[in-house]
Nanobody, 117 residues
Framework: QVQLVESGGGLVQAGDSLRLSCAAS????????MGWFRQAPGKEREFVAK????????TYANSVKGRFTISRDNAKNTVYLQMNSLKPEDTAVYYC??????????WGQGTQVTVSS
């Protein structure tokens, strides 16, 4: 069974950078994409970024475009989210997600990112 483990969250100041990691294990051969979502207190979970294996196509939410970069290391089965120029409104729990060819989306446990002003 596929498992996702996120790391790299923390408390930073506005303008700082963070890199989140998401390591996948347990049979990822049917995966087609991985991405990141986030959920701020009192708000619904929202899309942040996605990387499709076919063609290495990346997609970003408008709110993070130009500041965040999603990438992967195939050898490590790991996806990264490089977050630059962080803003207080980026504060949220960030969740890694894996999409499979067949089956439901797999979620990680989440990692907290807090940006102080």
């Amino acid at each position: 069974q596929v498992q996702l483990v996120e790391s790299g969250g923390g408390l930073v100041q506005a303008g700082d950078s963070l890199r989140l990691s998401c390591a996948a294990s347990g049979g990822t051969f049917s995966s087609v994409a991985m991405g990141w979502f986030r959920q701020a207190p009192g708000k619904e979970r929202e899309f942040v970024a996605k990387l499709r294996w076919s063609g290495d196509i990346t997609t970003y939410a408008n709110s993070v475009k130009g500041r965040f970069t999603i990438s992967r290391d195939n050898a490590k089965n790991t996806v990264y989210l490089q977050m630059n120029s962080l803003k207080p409104e980026d504060t949220a729990v960030y969740y890694c997600a894996l999409d499979q060819l067949i089956g439901a989306r797999i979620w990680g446990q989440g990692t907290q990112v807090t940006v102080s002003s």
